[in-house]
């Protein structure tokens, strides 16, 4: 058990796609707890493999507040494999020291993944919540992308980054998501 070093935005392997797990072995439950133990050190809400510099499919997620017992969840090989409609988020990142941006998200999704054991299981997250939010957040970072990729407005973005002495936006990776965009604008 330890907590890790958090590697920060600029760090080009935040920007990489990250492997698959073939084995749950003893080195990926030595990684899940040290992901857990990052993650609460830090107060967040979850955090991904590569966040510690393990690129590597794995991520945590503990949405448990203040008086509940922690619940926190682990997710190896993730793929979410349905959503649908669309919600803004306000959204921070560990690897973003103090920066918050709106950004755009599905508001059901269902994920498949396994779990510390190695057992698959299926799970719904449904409404917006901050499940449904941190699990598209976290499975992103598995693949290179992060939440200012799905940023709502890019100059407001821009100008957060710049607050916090943060490499700025790259306008090339912006995800393009029009439907997102049309219903959030439409609910606004
Ligand atoms: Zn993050």
Redesign the pocket.
């Known amino acids: 058990m330890a907590i890790r070093k958090i590697v920060h935005y600029g760090t080009p392997s935040l920007r990489e796609p990250s492997k698959e797990v073939h084995k749950v072995s003893k080195k990926i439950t030595e990684l899940v707890r040290d992901l857990m133990d990052t993650m609460y050190a830090q107060n967040g809400v ?1 955090l ?1 493999a590569p ?1 510690i510099g393990e690129n590597v499919r794995v991520f945590v997620i503990d949405v448990s507040t203040g008086n509940e017992p922690l619940n926190p969840m682990v997710f190896i090989n993730p793929k979410i494999i349905k959503k649908s409609g669309a919600v803004k988020s306000n959204e921070g ?4 020291p103090e920066a918050y941006t709106d950004v755009k998200r599905y508001k059901n999704i269902m994920v498949k993944a396994l779990n510390e054991h190695g057992k698959p299981f299926v799970l719904e997250a449904k409404d917006g919540s901050l499940l449904a939010r941190a699990i598209q ?2 499975n992103d ?1 598995l693949d290179g992308v ?2 200012i990729d799905h940023c709502i407005n890019r100059f407001e973005t821009e100008e957060v980054l710049k607050k916090h002495n943060l490499p700025s936006l790259d306008p090339d990776l912006l995800v393009d998501e029009k439907e997102l965009e049309e219903e959030i604008a439409k609910n606004d």
């Open positions: 979850g991904a966040q990142c560990l690897s973003f957040h976290e970072h992060l939440f």
